[in-house]
Nanobody, 122 residues
């Protein structure tokens, strides 16, 4: 699975951005996709995830301001970011969680995009 993120950039506090992540390759085993973010010196943290039924989960810090969605036909997820704050500044990574079932059982894998920088100025 290959993931390509687009849409990062510089925005003023209170502004909006939309991130996109297109998946390619063996996408049929993807069970969920999501967005994570990381700032220097800290661990990568969950922002939002969405599964094949379009169930979603958000970090408390972004709920109500960021919205994850998906277009199954395009194998693409989006992150609509509104009311952005300086603390949203981070590198945002797209994730695809894959489940492969075999005769012996099942295996899970995580694939990551290269990341896209989002900078919110105060």
């Amino acid at each position: 699975v290959q993931l390509e993120e687009t849409g990062g950039g510089l925005v003023q506090a209170g502004g909006s951005l939309r991130l996109s992540c297109a998946a390619s390759g063996r996408t049929d085993n993807i069970v969920a996709m999501g967005w994570y973010r990381q700032v220097p010196g800290k661990e990568r943290q969950l922002v939002a995830i969405i599964n094949g039924r379009s169930d979603t989960r958000y970090a408390d810090s972004v709920r109500g301001r960021l919205t994850i969605s998906r277009d199954n036909d395009k194998n693409t997820i989006y992150l609509q970011m509104s009311s952005l704050k300086p603390e949203d500044t981070a590198v945002y990574y797209c994730n695809a969680h894959v489940l492969v079932r075999t005769i012996e059982g099942s295996s899970e894998f995580d694939y990551w995009g290269r990341g896209t920088q989002v900078t919110v100025s105060s």
